[in-house]
């Protein structure tokens, strides 16, 4: 079974970072990953994708948990979840996210998926 990615795609670095770890991992997850998606995208268009998926991972940044929120509120939970700085990346503003960064946190997420 493939997973769907909910990232909470903030303005932050970390926003950043789950976005972009997000879609470098749909070309090496081997098929795993079927499909990214920001939890900042339209109601309907994110309920589609969660009614949709096959297993569901959220991404998020920071503590905030911004898209679990979001995916909580539609009456979701998760398969898997995964936060940015509880995998050791610093939330530090508008800082775009480094190479480190998203290979660290493509790790934490592939590492998950094969559990």
Same mark, same amino acid.
């Given at each position: 079974?493939?997973? !769907?990615?909910?990232?909470?795609?903030?303005?932050?670095? !970390? #926003? $950043?970072?789950? %976005?972009?770890?997000? !879609?470098?991992?749909?070309?090496?997850?081997?098929?795993?990953?079927? *499909?990214?998606?920001? %939890?900042?995208? &339209?109601?309907?268009?994110?309920?589609?994708?969660?009614?949709?998926?096959?297993?569901?991972?959220?991404?998020? #940044?920071?503590?905030?948990?911004?898209?679990? =929120? =979001?995916?909580?509120?539609?009456?979701?939970? &998760?398969?898997?979840?995964?936060? *940015? !700085?509880?995998?050791?990346?610093? $939330?530090?503003?508008?800082? +775009? &996210?480094?190479?480190? +960064?998203? +290979?660290?946190?493509?790790? *934490?997420?592939? +590492?998950?998926?094969?559990?």
């Amino acid at each position: 079974m493939a997973f !769907t990615i909910i990232t909470c795609s903030g303005l932050s670095n !970390t #926003g $950043k970072l789950t %976005a972009q770890a997000g !879609t470098a991992l749909m070309g090496r997850s081997g098929g795993r990953i079927e *499909a990214c998606i920001a %939890a900042t995208r &339209p109601t309907e268009s994110l309920e589609r994708a969660l009614r949709n998926a096959d297993r569901i991972l959220v991404l998020d #940044g920071c503590g905030d948990c911004c898209g679990m =929120k =979001k995916v909580r509120a539609l009456g979701v939970e &998760p398969h898997l979840h995964i936060v *940015a !700085t509880d995998c050791g990346i610093e $939330k530090n503003g508008m800082a +775009e &996210p480094r190479f480190d +960064e998203i +290979e660290r946190l493509s790790a *934490a997420v592939l +590492e998950a998926i094969r559990g």
